[in-house]
């Protein structure tokens, strides 16, 4: 759900949010598995001035919530990645909107990232392949500060290509 609202003939607010989840039931001759990471509200929010009907500058927060599908040294699923997610770019619209190319910086900021241990789960091992899992642990207060900026064609209302993107890690 999101609505956009309009200060004036150049600003704009978007305001909205989304319900999230992830959960699955699974057996087999060799394990049985299940994952439930309950319900999440996720707000997002943004604001965009028009500097002209081609170009506009924009900034936007979201929280992140995203369910992992690794374990810890005892089996059990880590708990989803937390954190939020801001930005700030330029974006802009060319030849009649068949080009379209944006640059921004941005900052992730994440909970409960995993990272791994290198251990191997006791009795993961699967007879089919001789796989096992690895352990995972819990990251807290990751920081991404980045840069990126991509440029998009469109050959019909339907169709976008992506000529170029670029994403560098600060």
């Given at each position: 759900i999101a609505t956009r609202l309009r200060a004036t003939e150049a600003l704009s607010f978007i305001v909205g949010s989304r319900l999230s989840w992830s959960d699955y039931?699974?057996?087999s001759p060799y394990t049985t598995a299940s994952f439930d990471s309950g319900r999440q509200f996720i707000p997002y929010a943004g604001v965009v001035h028009d500097l002209s009907p081609a170009h506009a500058l924009y900034a936007s927060y979201t929280d992140i919530f995203q369910p992992q599908q690794v374990r810890d040294i005892n089996g059990d699923y880590l708990d989803p990645i937390l954190g939020k997610s801001t930005e700030i770019g330029l974006k802009g619209s060319f030849f009649g909107d068949r080009l379209n190319a944006s640059a921004?910086?941005?900052?992730?900021?994440?909970?409960?990232?995993a990272?791994?241990?290198?251990?191997?789960?006791?009795?993961?091992?699967?007879?089919?392949?001789?796989?096992?899992?690895?352990?995972?642990?819990?990251?807290?207060?990751?920081?991404?500060?980045?840069?990126?900026?991509?440029i998009v064609r469109k050959r019909l209302p339907t169709r976008q290509y992506l000529i170029a993107a670029y994403i560098i890690r600060i």
């Amino acid at each position: 759900i999101a609505t956009r609202l309009r200060a004036t003939e150049a600003l704009s607010f978007i305001v909205g949010s989304r319900l999230s989840w992830s959960d699955y039931s699974s057996r087999s001759p060799y394990t049985t598995a299940s994952f439930d990471s309950g319900r999440q509200f996720i707000p997002y929010a943004g604001v965009v001035h028009d500097l002209s009907p081609a170009h506009a500058l924009y900034a936007s927060y979201t929280d992140i919530f995203q369910p992992q599908q690794v374990r810890d040294i005892n089996g059990d699923y880590l708990d989803p990645i937390l954190g939020k997610s801001t930005e700030i770019g330029l974006k802009g619209s060319f030849f009649g909107d068949r080009l379209n190319a944006s640059a921004a910086v941005f900052e992730i900021v994440q909970d409960n990232l995993a990272q791994s241990t290198g251990q191997i789960i006791a009795g993961t091992t699967i007879a089919i392949n001789d796989t096992a899992l690895q352990s995972d642990l819990q990251a807290d207060n990751q920081i991404i500060v980045g840069i990126k900026a991509n440029i998009v064609r469109k050959r019909l209302p339907t169709r976008q290509y992506l000529i170029a993107a670029y994403i560098i890690r600060i």
